[in-house]
């Protein structure tokens, strides 16, 4: 069980917010969130490098000189990789990069890299907010009294929240998601996890009907 202060956007405290997290798993396994974090960063490879092969570069075929009887090596076509302007002797072909993992696994990961950050007490937890406009300046005045401000942050809301995204998506190492969207990778990467009431509970009712299920 874990009891941890809740803050208003003034950094004040203002309430406390209790629960088991037990009910995220019951242990973390280093070698799933290994895993998860390997699948994701692999997933971003776009895997279009190519390079030509010298039956792909423009030249012609013919020998350069003659086998024998001019004092150099033995040497065929221009096209060759060993020349400037030659083909690749290994050469780059697309591919792709994409791993999959079991959804019920990716889950799990997601709600063990949770845990591990409510242990490390990298958590922060935020009444629930609302922003009238897009205002970085706002924003940024939010982390500065959450001491957060200067360090990469995951901010988790409620659903899809346009003027809390707006207003820190210009502010160097803040990710912004609704706590819908968060996987393993999003949740290890920053140092902190900043989270609205409202999306933990949400998170945690998710988790409950699944159980239930």
């Known amino acids: 069980m874990v009891s941890l202060p809740i803050y208003d956007r003034t950094g004040k405290q203002v309430d406390t917010y209790e629960f088991d997290v037990n009910e995220l798993a019951d242990r973390i396994s280093v070698q799933l969130l290994h895993d998860a974090v390997v699948m994701y960063q692999s997933n971003m490879r776009q895997g279009t490098a190519k390079t030509k092969t010298r039956g792909e570069v423009a030249g012609s075929t013919k020998k350069m000189y003659r086998q024998k009887g001019t004092g150099n090596a033995r040497a ?34 997601t709600r063990m890299a949770l845990r591990s950050k409510f242990e490390g007490e990298k958590v922060i937890i935020v009444e629930d907010f609302q922003l009238e406009a897009p205002k970085t300046k706002e924003m940024a005045s939010v982390l500065s009294a959450l001491n957060v401000a200067g360090k990469t942050a995951l901010f988790a ?28 990778l999003e949740i290890l990467k920053p140092k902190c996890v900043v989270v ?3 999306a933990l509970d949400a998170f945690r009712g998710t988790i409950a009907a699944k159980k239930n299920a």
Do not use: E, F
């Open 196 to 198: 609205t009431r409202a």
């Open 76 to 109: 065929g076509s221009k096209r060759s990789g060993v020349r400037r302007g030659g083909g690749h002797i290994k050469a780059k072909t697309p591919r792709d990069w994409r791993l999959a993992m079991p959804r019920k696994a990716m889950q799990l990961a």
């Open 157 to 184: 809301t409620c659903g899809y929240n346009v003027n809390i995204y707006k207003s820190g998506r210009n502010i160097p190492g803040l990710q912004i998601l609704p706590m819908s969207d968060i996987n393993a």
